[in-house]
């Protein structure tokens, strides 16, 4: 078996995206590609203006951009350009602290 038969459409990842992106997002942790500091998103630095169509969330130790979020129309926009890694607990895990 070569690797072209293992290979799927994207749409083939569906479901793994829907069971990631119901979790409570604020008690994720990720690594900053700059630094290296590991910490929960919800300890970072928002940077966002009233009314505005989106948010930076930096880094709380180098100011290092770690996320994008733009929404606009119908439309949203996520950017991890600044995180090495991005760490979602399950439901079962969220009361222990891993």
Do not use: K
């Not at 709380?60 to 890694?85: D, K, P, S």
């Amino acid at each position: 078996m070569d690797e072209t038969q293992l290979r799927l459409d994207g749409n083939a990842a569906a479901g793994m995206l829907r069971e990631v992106f119901v979790h409570e997002m604020s008690d994720a942790r990720g690594a900053c590609a700059s630094c290296g500091a590991i910490a929960q998103m919800g300890s970072q630095h928002l940077y966002m203006y009233p009314l505005s169509p989106g948010a930076v969330l930096r880094c709380q130790y180098c100011e290092n951009i770690l996320m994008v979020f733009v929404h606009a129309g119908e439309r949203y926009r996520l950017g991890l350009q600044g995180l090495t890694w991005l760490e979602i607990r399950d439901g079962a895990e969220a009361g222990t602290n891993v």
